[in-house]
């Protein structure tokens, strides 16, 4: 089979869908999401971005970073994962803030749905 890439497969840049508000952040819309697919090569899952204080970080299994964020506001506060991180960088006491790209997915965890954000990239801020 032969594969054909085109330039923005090789940018290494990740496109955004926008910032979502505090309001967006709720089950339903994660929910519609997921059940929004299928997603594919030239139909990809909605990708966010926005800032975040970084409440907590800490290493799950051998390279994921499991977070606790809180919105840029205050007001909101979300879990996160970041898969296969690198662990010269992350996790860092000493960054506060980051910039991160995301999905926005349930998290289903004994019995309990909570939205979770699937992070794409994470660059301190």
């Known amino acids: 089979m032969r594969r054909q890439l085109c330039e923005d497969d090789l940018t290494g840049r990740l496109l955004s869908d926008g910032q979502l508000s505090v309001e967006e952040f709720h089950l339903e819309l994660a929910r519609a999401l997921r059940n929004a697919g299928p997603w594919g090569q030239h139909f990809p899952e909605p990708m966010f ?55 926005l997915d349930v998290n289903e965890y004994r019995g309990q749905e909570s939205v979770q954000l699937m992070v794409a990239h994470i660059a301190p801020r």
């Not at 970080?57 to 606790?68: C, D, M, P, S, Y």
């Not at 506001?73 to 994962?81: A, N, V, Y």
């Open 49 to 103: 971005h926005g800032v975040f204080q970084l409440v907590q970080q800490r290493i799950v299994g051998e390279r994921h970073l499991k977070l606790v964020l809180r919105s840029e506001c205050g007001s909101l506060t979300l879990d996160g994962i970041a898969f296969n991180i690198d662990r010269e960088i992350w996790p860092n006491p000493t960054v506060r803030w980051a910039e991160l790209a995301y999905k």
